[in-house]
């Protein structure tokens, strides 16, 4: 009984062993999810929006008081009397009250700093998942690609086989049977081409989902649905308001804008409070003793009358990199406007390639049957056979080809929408 259940014991062990090692097939969505996770370059950007967000919150502090706390000892021989020890103690605070506004804006562009920090990330998110995308049906086109060329060796094995049987019936000449032997090294030499890029593709896309290059990969065949190409005026303000590198650019315009204003308040003058507290002692035990103590308050007034040029060259160069902000807002706005237009503009041709390769592909399918039967009856002949059925192998790559990219494209229209 003892070893009945040591056997079941390593049967169970040995099948969840099996099943945390399954390579099941991953869809789309799983794609991006582990990609979200584990995308090696994303989470760089997360450290990097994590320190620009800190960098922008620490301008915070200028706004608080400052306040600082001392206790010191020492002891010392005044001519040969002997050692006499001395303790002291510190207290002291400044707040800035006004400073032309300085601080204020400084506040202002902190704000906007920290909000275009979490638009860099979300743009850094909308670019990962494009690339996964991207990555994902460019491997299913690879992988579809290497099945055409799977099933074309097939069909010249075929041909091949069919025509050496000709030949020694007589109905085929020598010439054809080295004809279709050669097909069937140049469908071989496809296989071959296509098992490397299939390779290079998975590797592609595991460094892209944050996994080991050689990782093995099983995508899961995605249904297809036709993909709805909108008008350019249905698009355009979504993609205006929402795409993250323009508001990004955006946000740079506001911040430039708050750099002028900080700088202008070197024109201005400024305003302080200040208080202390210090007391000293003989013993440590007193230097907090009120009869001792010295406490002051005071407000502060300053004006910088003359600096040589540097507040003016400040606020001069501010204004500068504000102009630049703005027509480089400007610039990037007509170049999305001209990319959102070539993107719908390409999907259009490709919608349409689908529907004439689909449309070729049946044609091919039929006249590549129909060739078979007459080269099997002798009415027509192995180049013409040969042809067609390259003819029949182009239709298919070409379908599966333009069907993938115009899921790509789709992809990048969603990207500059700003969408996932």
Request: aromatic fraction near 8%.
């Amino acid at each position: 009984m003892r070893s009945y259940f040591i056997e079941l014991l390593l049967i169970f062990l040995i099948s969840l062993s099996g099943f945390g090692q399954s390579n099941s097939p991953i869809t789309l969505d799983d794609c991006i999810r582990i990609g979200l996770e584990h995308n090696q370059s994303l989470r760089i950007n997360r450290f990097e929006t994590d320190r620009s967000v800190s960098q922008a919150k620490s301008n915070i502090g200028m706004v608080l008081p400052v306040v600082n706390f001392g206790l010191s000892g020492s002891t010392r021989d005044v001519s040969g009397t002997g050692w006499n020890n001395g303790y002291s103690s510190s207290l002291s605070l400044s707040q800035n009250i006004w400073d032309g506004g300085a601080w204020w804006n400084t506040l202002k562009s902190a704000k906007v700093a920290q909000d275009a920090a979490s638009i860099q990330y979300e743009s850094y998110e909308t670019n990962t998942i494009y690339q996964i995308k991207a990555a994902y049906y460019t491997y299913l086109s690879t992988q579809q690609l290497l099945d055409v060329y799977h099933e074309n060796l097939n069909t010249s094995e075929y041909q091949h086989q069919l025509t050496l049987e000709r030949f020694k019936l007589g109905a085929a000449s020598q010439n054809d049977t080295l004809r279709t032997r050669v097909n069937i090294e140049r469908a071989r030499l496809q296989i071959v081409n296509g098992e490397l890029d299939l390779q290079s593709k998975s590797r592609n896309l595991n460094i892209i989902l944050g996994r080991d290059a050689n990782a093995p990969l099983t995508l899961a065949e995605p249904v297809w649905q036709a993909v709805e190409v909108p008008a350019l005026d249905q698009v355009l303000d979504e993609v205006l308001t929402s795409n993250q590198s323009l508001q990004l650019l955006g946000q740079n315009k506001e911040i430039t804008a708050y750099s002028v204003k900080i700088a202008k308040a070197g024109y201005m003058p400024s305003l302080g409070l200040s208080a202390s507290y210090s007391n000293s002692a003989a013993a440590i035990g007193d230097v907090f003793g009120e009869n001792t103590a010295t406490k002051s308050a005071g407000v502060s007034l300053s004006w910088n009358l003359f600096n040589g040029t540097r507040t003016s060259r400040s606020v001069e160069q501010g204004k500068i990199n504000a102009k630049l902000a703005v027509e480089n807002y400007e610039l990037s706005e007509r170049n999305l406007r001209k990319e959102l237009a070539q993107t719908l503009e390409q999907m259009d041709a490709l919608k349409e390639s689908v529907y004439i390769s689909q449309l070729i592909l049946t044609a091919s399918e039929q006249d590549l049957l129909l060739a078979q039967e007459q080269y099997k009856i002798g009415s027509l002949s192995i180049l013409d056979v040969l042809r067609i059925t390259a003819s029949y192998e182009d239709a298919k790559s070409e379908l599966i080809r333009t069907q993938h990219n115009l899921k790509i494209a789709e992809a990048g229209l969603l990207q500059l929408m700003g969408r996932r």
